[in-house]
Structure formats: C-alpha cells, structure tokens
C-alpha cells in the first residue's frame, strides 16, 4: 500500500534542532518530488521545502538558512534537518511526494512540532 510515515517531532526550545524524517512505501521514489509542508489550525498548509529526483531543493523563505531537505534513495526516506528554531515554527509537518510523470500527490499523517521554552 501507498504509505508516507513522517517521524521525528517533537518539542524543542527556540534555538535548538530537530530532525524530521519521511519514510515512503508502495511508491516509485525515485520518481517523486519530495517536500516539507507544515500547518497550524485554521491555516493553509504550506511548503517548507522540497526536492525533485534530480536533487533540485527549493526553500520556502522563512526557513532558508535554517531548514535543509535532503533525500536517501537507498533507504526510501526524506529528511529536514530543522536548525535554530523559532516558535513560530510551531506546526504539524507532513510528507509529500509527487510523482513527476503523473502528478499523482500523496500525503503522510503529519507529525507535531512545539517550540517553546
């Protein structure tokens, strides 16, 4: 089955670091753009950041400098490294992978980060 499993929230305070990890089932990996998205209650969810099959990365703006997406082939898994975090990065973040022939988009369950002191 089609399965997306992000990992790795949880809460950390401002300025510390966390890594996030997606691993991916029942889909061509290799073949997918890969991203971040995050969301807070009654918002829009919204790109952090993403990464083709080809290695090209894009940054949303608020996390460039401090995010870094970055993919395993071999071990079907996405990862955001999440440095000096703020708390309005407070959100739940989930997996996306998009096929880059069909466009087909699926989605992981979201995994919870806090920041606070």
């Known amino acids: 089955q089609v399965r997306l499993v992000e990992s790795g929230g949880g809460l950390v305070q401002p300025g510390g670091s966390l890594r996030l990890s997606c691993a991916a089932f029942?889909?061509?990996?290799?073949?997918?753009?890969l991203g971040w998205y995050r969301q807070t209650p009654g918002n829009q969810r919204e790109l952090v950041a993403s990464?083709?099959?080809?290695?090209?990365?894009t940054y949303a703006d608020f996390v460039k400098g401090r995010f870094t997406i970055s993919r395993d082939n071999a071990k079907l898994t996405v990862y955001l490294q999440m440095n000096s975090v703020k708390p309005e990065d407070t959100a739940v973040y989930y997996c996306?992978?998009?096929?880059?022939?069909?466009?087909?988009?699926?989605w992981g369950q979201g995994t919870q980060v806090t920041i606070s002191s």
């Open positions: 996306d992978a998009e096929c880059q022939y069909t466009k087909t988009q699926r």
């Open positions: 029942g889909i061509v990996f290799e073949t997918n753009t």
């Open positions: 990464i083709t099959s080809l290695g090209d990365i």
